[in-house]
């Protein structure tokens, strides 16, 4: 358990240790929404599911806005999550956590992996990856190929490396609350990840897995879409010696056409169902509808909706829906 302790500085060791610690006492989710835009239905869907088992389990619903990606954010939008979220009588426990005020965390843990031999230096042009990623390529798997680079080619030639994690053979894997256990070869199917780009950006896996251990998250609810990018965040955690928490990912939510929503794209959030005439109560409803919580029409706040559920009931409706979208996605 305590691998990582040789690894980190002494106090980013003490801080792993105590989220790991904290992880064992009781419940501890979070919300975790990049800043990219308004929140559509599927991203208030799924804060209003992790705030309700959060509350039901008597633990705590942490936000933290990742916020790394800075030309991704978009002026305003985090003021509008947090809006958002109140509104809908979501209130999340302590201060809101900004990735961007974190980065000295990630950065030592950066470092502690380097000077283990964990990271290589990665000279793979963007085009040069967009052949990996093309129809006749590796399928967007990492081949590895700077593995054996020359520890000083970034200096020699004045440009900086982007740093990947060396994965080593074998599967990754984790707990998976609404479908069979996570697993994804390494090497085969994941590929060596990048956790610090070229540009200097520090990657979302990197950021997520220190987060999840430090903040001592027991249970990570969030949306299908990001089930493969759990193994990256599982091996980051492995190298630093820990465990992931629990994963349930949840079905996306799909429009008219079948098609997900995208938060950039400007897919439909509460602005579009107030100007509809939706107050809280009637998107509360829609919302737990969507996951067949309540009956369609249902009209309730979160604390109503909250009284009406125990764990247990919860568990099963969200069972029931993931079963649900898996079938249909197979018919
Ligand atoms: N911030 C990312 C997103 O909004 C990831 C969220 C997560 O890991 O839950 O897609």
């Known amino acids: 358990m305590a691998s990582f302790l040789p690894l980190l500085p002494q106090h980013l060791a003490e801080q792993v240790s105590a989220g790991l610690r904290q992880r064992e006492q009781g419940y501890r989710g979070r919300f975790a929404p990049s800043p990219t835009g308004a929140m559509h239905c599927g991203n208030l869907r799924t804060a209003l599911l992790g705030w309700l088992e959060a509350r039901l389990q008597g633990g705590a619903w942490l936000l933290r806005i990742d916020d790394l990606d800075t030309p991704r954010n978009r002026p305003g939008a985090s003021e509008a999550i947090q809006a958002d979220l109140l509104w809908l009588g979501l209130a999340w426990d302590g201060s809101v956590l900004w990735q961007s005020e974190r980065r000295g965390i990630y950065g030592s843990v950066l470092s502690g992996l380097r000077r283990q031999g964990w990271l290589y230096g990665c000279r793979c042009s963007r085009r040069m990856l967009a052949d990996i990623s093309a129809p006749h390529g590796l399928g967007g798997v990492y081949p590895g190929s700077c593995r054996e680079l020359a520890l000083g080619w970034g200096m020699e030639q004045g440009r900086c490396p982007s740093w990947r994690l060396r994965l080593p053979a074998g599967a990754l894997c ?3 609350r609404y479908g069979p256990p996570g697993e ?19 990657a979302y896996h ?4 220190v987060d999840e251990l430090v903040l001592g998250i027991s249970d990570v609810l969030r949306g299908s879409d990001l089930w493969g990018a759990t193994a990256a965040q599982v091996a980051v955690m492995a190298r630093l010696g820990a465990s992931p928490p629990r994963y349930g990912h949840l079905p996306l939510w799909r429009d008219g056409q079948g098609q997900r929503l995208s938060k950039r794209e400007g897919s439909e959030g509460l602005a579009g169902l107030r100007a509809q005439g939706l107050d809280a109560p009637a998107v509360v409803g829609l919302l737990a509808a969507s996951a067949g919580l309540v009956p369609q029409g249902a009209r309730l706040s ?10 247990s009931c919860l568990d099963a409706c969200l069972r029931a829906f993931s079963d649900g979208a898996a079938s249909g996605a197979k018919t």
């Open 184 to 202: 994804l070869d390494g090497p085969q199917a994941v590929g060596d990840v990048v956790l610090r780009r070229a540009d200097g950006f520090l």
């Open 206 to 209: 990197l950021a997520t897995a």
């Open 174 to 176: 984790w707990q998976e």
């Open 302 to 311: 979160a604390a109503e909706l909250l009284q009406e559920l125990t764990p």
